[in-house]
């Protein structure tokens, strides 16, 4: 007989990259969970003249909960801004408004502006409107209108800031504990 021993092999996640995987991960389950809110509840909530953009609030989320630097952070935005290709109203534009986006929150997390219990909600409720704002104003200067064309669309943004900066601060603690971060 042969004294041999089980062998444990343990895996860890592999950091030596920009985004790690489980970051990744994380990123495309918030992803596909907003793509479908947006495509479902978004579309049904456009009613009241709020188009909440469960895509931001994905990265917002994904940024807090791995505290993402700011080179994962505009990846981060990247990737999120491809999934938007889908159903955005000016195809390539979100490419500059999700990396600006992401970049604010990633800088408004490590800030750590007002305090662990509401840094998801003031953070998510800027970046949401720097998204908004950046997406309202470039739309509309492409479209060949004057800047003042998007002042209507500043109740829009505003509301879609608070109703994302709610959703990212409910859902902040409890996935924050489920993944142990």
Do not use: C, W
Request: proline share 3%.
């Amino acid at each position: 007989m042969s004294n041999s021993a089980a062998r444990i092999v343990s895996a860890e996640t592999s950091s030596h990259g920009l985004v790690d995987i489980s970051s990744l991960v994380l990123l495309a389950i918030l992803l596909a969970a907003g793509f479908i809110l947006n495509m479902t509840a978004g579309n049904a909530l456009a009613m009241t003249g709020i188009k909440p953009q469960f895509i931001i609030a994905a990265y917002a989320l994904a940024i807090a909960l791995t505290r993402a630097t700011l080179a994962q952070s505009i990846v981060y935005g990247l990737i999120s801004a491809a999934v938007i290709q889908f159903t955005t109203s000016i195809p390539g534009l979100n490419f500059l408004t999700e990396a600006a986006g992401a970049l604010t929150m990633a800088i408004l997390v490590k800030s750590s502006i007002g305090g662990a219990k509401v840094n998801a909600l003031i953070a998510t409720f800027v970046t949401t409107l720097v998204s908004g704002a950046l997406f309202a104003v470039a739309g509309t200067l492409m479209a060949g209108f004057g800047l003042e064309a998007a002042l209507p669309k500043v109740p829009l943004v505003l509301g879609t800031a608070i109703f994302n900066a709610v959703v990212v601060q409910a859902l902040f603690f409890p996935l924050a504990k489920a993944i142990k971060k």
